[in-house]
Structures are given as C-alpha cells and as structure tokens.
Nanobody, 122 residues
Framework: QVQLVESGGGSVQAGGSLRLSCLVS????????VGWFRQVAGKERERVAR????????SYADSVKGRFTIFHDNAKNTVYLQMNSLKPEDAAMYYC???????????????WGQGTQVTVSS
C-alpha cells in the first residue's frame, strides 16, 4: 500500500520554472523507482522522467532533456521534478508513479497520484 500526492503545479509564462513534488507515503520500502508522467487531453500519456531512488539513476524523455531534472529527498520521502525553460507544449496534467525497478531498466509504475496541473502561456 503506497500513496502518492503531487503538488507544485501552477500557471507560468513560457521560459519560466516550476518545481513539482511527489510525496510518497505508506509502505515506502516496497518501491524503489518513481516516474513523472504527463498527459494532455486527446494524447497518450508520456513518461517525462524516472529515478531509481536506491541508486539515484535517472532517465528523461528527449523532449525535456536538458530542461527538467528529477531528484529525490529520502528524508522527506519526496521526489521532485524541477522544470526550467518551460514551453507551451509542456502544459499538461503531471502525475507521479512509483513501483519496483526491473533489471535492465524500467519501473512497474504500480502506484499513481492524482496529478497536478501545469499551464504554460506564451
């Protein structure tokens, strides 16, 4: 049993920044990877970034590489997504998901939060 709560979304101008937070609670010992996803109405869900919280290895979608950074604070059981140089196409509902990492990469993404909205205006 794991619960995830996202926060930090909001409305910003293009070129601005936001930091999203994903608070992980419950049986936190049962998960070791967290991913950030985003979805726009009418489009498929996209994985933005992923982190293995045990080894701090990270991966990013090409669309955000160099602009977004995922990192964690184990003491706070929180995973963050720092988003810089935001573009209008970054606007979406952002979700975090937690699970267990697979050998060779990937994550089960078993538990999901309810999302936080990001709006970017030009």
């Amino acid at each position: 049993q794991v619960q995830l709560v996202e926060s930090g979304g909001g409305s910003v101008q293009a070129g601005g920044s936001l930091r999203l937070s994903c608070l992980v609670s419950g049986s936190t010992y049962s998960v070791n990877c967290v991913g950030w996803f985003r979805q726009v109405a009418g489009k498929e869900r996209e994985r933005v970034a992923r982190i293995n919280t045990g080894y701090s290895t990270t991966s990013y979608a090409d669309s955000v590489k160099g602009r977004f950074t995922i990192f964690h604070d184990n003491a706070k059981n929180t995973v963050y997504l720092q988003m810089n140089s935001l573009k209008p196409e970054d606007a979406a509902m952002y979700y975090c998901a937690a699970g267990v990492g697979f050998y060779g990469g990937g994550c089960s993404d078993k538990y999901w939060g309810q999302g936080t909205q990001v709006t970017v205006s030009s």
